[in-house]
């Protein structure tokens, strides 16, 4: 249904999930917002003024008050406790990472950091690219976000993904992308005069043309 | 203190001619000073308007010249084509001026101001002097925040929200005065706040007549006492920040800055503590008023009155434990995420209960559709998708997409215009007559609600489609991504929409005006209503009352009561066989 609603095309693992919580609490909040609206229709065409007609004097009813505060609040907390466990699956636990990245925002580029030929982050053979970030297909990508001057945002719509990247912080992130091609990765935080614009491409790949990419990327260094 | 001149049953006979400075322009006269507070958010909202149409404008057409727009030198517009630092400004002023030099001060300087005593049975304010203080305060406010339009480097353009280090180092925005006058500008208008926030609690807790207990107290007095208390407690927090804010940029300190071991976040919790009561204090008079104006329409008790008070109070507790979701993205503790999420769900409630008696309350009524009405009711159906939209955002996992895109804009709009305006334009309409005298023109009042109900819901639901389809808000020119170019039409539709609802408010204005110049004359009690303002003359003269103050026998909302032929029974109507003690 999402695809109709222009909702791009979604290549994580995670966004599925919250891609179904968006349905719920779609439909609940469809059919309260029609059956309200008809209501409200239904009682203003009844009960509009005519000529001798007088209004019934009705102060209220405590029975429907419980009613609808009850039913109000269980779809609320059900719908919260719906929520939590993908919330803690995308930001609290996660799988473990098959790849590592540092992602640092600088006014108004993404500075992606690859580990180098030792495969460690952090080291001097360390290659950092600006604005393109590539990352195998099926594989669980952590990076470790951070930011060198304001806020910035680490969006992703195709894979539902934001966080902020708030200078002073190291903030860990996770995704798995499910399909090869290039994705935009615009900054959502306002972070100044060229925070329109400011964007990244995630390139991701099969693990042949990663490898080759990142061989290149090292030698070029 | 005034007490004496205030309470004195006496004092309109008292009073003598003041000059024309103490009437117009240094009143104390709460009924004066509550004009002065709608003009000059009349005129602001005439200034805020005009950047919202700017930056429609770039949206729909970007970096294309803005028609009219020539004369406006550079560097802030190149031969009217608008860069982009010039549209942060715009955002930024746009939702700075909207926030609080229009809702606020029409909501509760206005209104509040014009309607306590009225509402109450008191002839003034508790503490008229300071009450024009108040005014004169926020009006130098205003005067700040208008000048940093012309300071080298424009005006602040951090956001409204100005997230520090953004807002807090000069060379991240290029905007140096500008954000340093917002930032005084904004405490500057937070002491007005304090001082007619005290004023309200203390008139509503100790000048109420004879028989006005707190539970016969209309609800636009209940939602002004309890957005005074919020005011109150959040605007200390906000000029906290504030000055914190101003010391980092001028005077080397490092709260929000990592450099020195200041915590950016900091900045977001102090704001968002703040800023939720904040929404609140924005949309609870206008629950009020809505309240009213529904009840006498369709002539009929309001439905379930004390859970419509109970749950403005639970609305008001539950701000204070919400502020965490604007912040599910930020990198604050996702635990902390889920607990702030449950909480936002629970706020739902309290506004559920709100609809439900507004629907219950047209149940079975005698339905008289004037402007004020339409107004009305025009708030309940936008208030109910505002707040269904706000179920989306409540909800962690689905926030994280739509953080801090056009939903967003689209909700807080669907609340704050959909809401809080339209429900201001039918408090207008209701209380012109009372306030200058005149009825205002019902043809012209119900074209510029029909335009403004079509255009608003034009401009602000695709916004809705918008934020799904990923686009972000604060961006300048939205064909720079890819992924939004399928949306872009919709934009250029938003665009247009948006320009008519603009001009559909020189409607408003065309009828204010004429309405002064020549509108009917009003009698005391036009919309046959119960509340006690009805009883004074329109407009009420100094003191409110030319003879005692009126008593009150019963709640405000008797209509249609069975113990009179009339359909209405006013609050101080004393029936024969009814032993007239007020308790």
Redo the contacts between chains.
């Keep these: 249904m999402?695809e109709y609603?222009?909702?791009?095309h979604d290549i994580s693992t995670f966004g599925p999930?919250?891609d179904l919580?968006?349905e719920v609490?779609?439909w609940?909040?469809m059919v309260?917002?029609i059956a309200?609206?008809i209501?409200?229709a239904v009682?203003?065409v009844r009960?509009?003024?005519r000529p001798g007609?007088?209004?019934?004097?009705?102060?209220?009813?405590t029975r429907?008050?419980i009613i609808?505060?009850t039913a109000?609040?269980v779809i609320?907390?059900v719908?919260?406790l719906a929520?939590?466990s993908?919330?803690?699956f995308?930001?609290?636990q996660g799988p473990a990472g098959d790849v590592f990245y540092k992602v640092a925002g600088k006014?108004f580029n993404w500075e992606i950091t690859y580990p180098g030929p030792d495969g460690q982050l952090g080291t001097a053979d360390d290659v950092t690219v600006e604005n393109d970030f590539h990352v195998p297909v099926n594989k669980v990508v952590r990076l470790e976000l951070s930011s060198k001057?304001?806020?910035h945002?680490f969006?992703v719509?195709?894979m539902?993904?934001?966080?902020?990247a708030?200078?002073?912080?190291v903030?860990h992130v996770w995704f798995e992308a499910t399909e090869i091609g290039q994705?935009?990765i615009?900054c959502?935080?306002?972070?100044?005069?060229?925070?329109?614009?400011m964007?990244g491409t995630l390139y991701v790949q099969s693990q042949e043309d990663y490898d080759k990419w990142l061989k290149d990327a090292y030698s070029n260094k | 203190m005034s007490t004496a001149a205030v309470a004195a049953p006496s004092a309109h006979a008292e009073h003598h001619e003041l000059g024309f400075l103490r009437t117009y322009i240094f009143s104390t006269d709460h009924k004066m000073i509550g004009r002065q507070f709608l003009f000059m958010a009349l005129f602001m909202m005439s200034i805020g308007g005009l950047m919202a149409m700017l930056m429609r404008w770039e949206l729909a057409f970007p970096e294309t010249a803005v028609p009219g727009f020539h004369w406006v030198p550079e560097p802030y517009m190149y031969d009217g084509a608008i860069?982009?630092?010039t549209?942060?400004s715009m955002f930024t002023m746009h939702a700075t001026i909207m926030i609080f030099f229009v809702v606020m001060p029409i909501l509760i300087g206005c209104f509040g101001n014009f309607l306590i005593p009225l509402m109450i049975g008191a002839r003034d304010m508790a503490f008229p002097v300071l009450n024009m203080l108040s005014f004169w305060v926020g009006a130098v406010a205003g005067v700040i925040i208008i000048s940093s339009f012309f300071v080298p480097g424009g005006p602040a353009?951090?956001?409204w929200t100005s997230?520090a280090?953004?807002s807090a180092v000069p060379v991240?925005?290029?905007v140096d005065w500008g954000q340093n006058l917002w930032c005084i500008s904004l405490i500057v208008l937070g002491v007005s706040s304090l001082m007619g926030s005290i004023n309200y609690i203390t008139t509503v807790i100790n000048m109420r007549t004879k028989g006005m207990t707190f539970f016969r107290m209309p609800l636009v007095i209940w939602s002004l006492f309890i957005t005074a208390i919020l005011l109150l407690l959040a605007l200390p927090v906000l000029t906290t920040a504030l000055a914190l804010l101003l010391f980092d940029r001028m005077g080397g300190t490092h709260f929000f800055l990592?450099?020195g071991g200041?915590?950016?976040?900091l900045w977001q919790h102090l704001f968002w503590f703040f800023g939720h009561p904040e929404v609140y204090i924005m949309i609870l008079p206008a629950m009020g008023m809505t309240s009213d104006i529904l009840s006498t329409f369709?002539?009929?008790?309001i439905?379930?009155?004390?859970?419509m008070a109970y749950a403005m109070a639970a609305i008001a507790f539950l701000s204070w434990i919400v502020w965490g979701h604007h912040m599910f993205?930020?990198?604050m503790n996702?635990?902390l995420?889920?607990s702030f999420?449950?909480t936002t769900?629970?706020i739902?409630?309290p506004s559920?209960?709100k609809?439900?008696?507004w629907?219950?309350t047209?149940?079975?009524?005698?339905?008289?559709?004037t402007t004020a009405m339409l107004n009305a009711?025009a708030f309940?159906?936008m208030f109910?998708?505002g707040g269904?939209?706000g179920?989306?955002m409540?909800?962690?996992?689905?926030d994280?997409?739509i953080?801090?895109?056009y939903f967003i804009v689209a909700h807080i709009h669907y609340v704050l215009f959909g809401g809080s305006l339209f429900g201001v334009f039918g408090a207008i309409t209701y209380w012109f007559p009372k306030m200058f005298g005149k009825m205002m023109n019902e043809t012209l009042g119900k074209i510029h609600f029909w335009i403004t109900f079509v255009a608003f819901n034009c401009t602000f639901f695709p916004m809705h489609?918008l934020g799904?389809?990923?686009h972000?808000r604060?961006?300048?020119?939205p064909t720079?991504?890819?992924?939004l170019k399928?949306?872009q039409s919709i934009n250029v539709f938003i665009s247009i929409s948006a320009f008519v609802l603009g001009a559909a408010q020189f409607i408003l204005l065309a009828n204010i005006i004429w309405s002064l110049a020549k509108g009917k004359k009003a009698s005391e009690n036009p919309w046959l209503a119960n509340t006690l303002e009805w009883t004074a003359p329109s407009p009420p003269g100094h003191g409110n009352w030319p003879g005692a103050l009126p008593q009150v026998y019963r709640g405000p909302y008797e209509?249609?009561?069975?113990e009179v032929a009339e359909?209405y029974l006013p609050q101080n109507r004393l029936l024969e066989g009814h032993i007239a003690v007020a308790d």
């Design positions: 999402l609603l222009y909702f791009p999930q919250i919580i968006f609490i779609f609940v909040v309260t917002w309200v609206t209501a409200m009682f203003l009960y509009r003024h007609r007088k209004a019934t004097y009705i102060e209220g009813s429907l008050e609808w505060t109000t609040a609320m907390i719908l919260a929520s939590r993908t919330w803690a995308i930001k609290e006014q001057d304001v806020i945002s969006y719509p195709n539902r993904l934001r966080q902020d708030v200078p002073g912080r903030i994705y935009e615009p959502s935080q306002l972070c100044g005069f060229g925070h329109s614009g964007k | 860069p982009p630092n549209y942060n353009a951090a956001g997230y280090p953004l991240y925005t290029g990592p450099a200041g915590e950016p976040l369709s002539r009929k008790p439905f379930g009155y004390r859970s993205q930020s990198g996702p635990g995420g889920t999420m449950l769900m629970v739902g409630v559920a209960i609809t439900f008696n629907l219950g047209l149940y079975k009524g005698d339905i008289h559709f009711l309940v159906a109910v998708i269904l939209s179920i989306f409540a909800s962690t996992p689905v994280m997409y953080h801090d895109s489609i799904m389809a990923g972000m604060r961006i300048y020119n720079q991504y890819d992924f399928p949306v209509y249609s009561s069975p359909d």
